[in-house]
């Protein structure tokens, strides 16, 4: 606790940043001062968002906050939080544990290194998507579409491929200089076999990923919009978990009309997503307009 720092939130007249607390055990995960300046001021509520996720997921969100505004944590803090997160989550991948624990990429990786046990075949990425952690399959099924399609874009090559645009452009580049689409693994044996289809539990990791990031950038919660978006993808997430009391939820003769309803919403989810990915793929300003 810094009592300094606290003197300065209490003097400030304005309404501050929700702070997040974590539902099942009442800890603050992010707002500890602020909760310490509204004591000062003699005020008994305060805005806050509640977080209901396991105990591990909720250490990844406090220390992910507490590494974007506030008193930053030193970086010795970030480093023991990384390791933990590491040994909780070995299935997310480095650049996403890098964000979370305020550290570079290589650092994370450094440390991955020296955890005991077997290494995941795929791990899920900052963007919520699986990968498997050796690329060489999605690298020959790029250089095979270059060859197709050498005027497509590598944003077409990736979408087609299951592969980022970054290493189809470094695909394109090694080829050009005459190597192998895929650099040479040191003492591997055999190229790993792909990812299976994505289950209820890889999803409900997707989801706790995509909702760290989410509720920690400033530009999405501390707006009305914002904090709408958050409180709109919390309220499905909560559904994930566990399905079957849905299931159960439903009586047997609202089955039908209950599954067409859920057919329907994923319709909307995939309409949803097919926006968001068209708006990424034209830089034209603005949504979309009416039909003429």
Not at 137 to 156: F, H, I, K, N, Y
Request: net charge positive.
């Amino acid at each position: 606790m810094n009592t300094e720092h606290v003197q300065i939130l209490a003097g400030i007249t304005e309404e501050l940043p929700p702070i997040v607390i974590h539902e099942p055990s009442g800890r603050v995960l992010d707002g500890i001062h602020r909760v310490r300046a509204a004591l000062t001021q003699e005020r008994n509520r305060i805005p806050a968002i509640v977080y209901s996720g396991s105990d591990d997921d909720a250490f990844a969100v406090a220390v992910r906050l507490n590494t974007a505004h506030g008193l930053p944590l030193t970086r010795a803090e970030r480093i023991i939080a990384a390791e933990r997160i590491l040994g909780t989550h070995p299935h997310w991948s480095n650049r996403m544990i890098a964000g979370v624990a305020g550290l570079a990429e290589s650092t994370v990786r450094v440390h991955r290194r020296d955890l005991p046990g077997p290494r995941s075949l795929s791990r899920v990425g900052r963007d919520g998507r699986v990968r498997p952690t050796d690329a060489t399959d999605g690298r020959l099924r790029a250089s095979r579409l270059l060859a197709e399609r050498p005027t497509a874009s590598a944003r077409e090559i990736a979408r087609a491929a299951g592969v980022s645009p970054n290493t189809v452009l470094d695909v394109r580049r090694r080829l050009a200089e005459g190597r192998e689409p895929a650099p040479a693994r040191s003492g591997s044996a055999g190229t790993p076999a792909p990812p299976g289809p994505i289950g209820p539990s890889d999803l409900e990791k997707i989801t706790e990923a995509m909702l760290v990031d989410l509720m920690a950038d400033p530009s999405i919660r501390l707006n009305d919009r914002g904090r709408f978006l958050i409180r709109w993808m919390r309220a499905n997430r909560e559904a994930l978990n566990p399905p079957s009391d849905v299931v159960c939820a439903v009586p047997d003769h609202w089955s039908v009309p209950v599954a067409r309803l859920a057919r329907a919403y994923s319709l909307f989810w995939q309409d949803l997503a097919r926006q968001l990915e068209l708006r990424l793929a034209d830089p034209s300003p603005g949504p979309p307009g009416p039909p003429r």
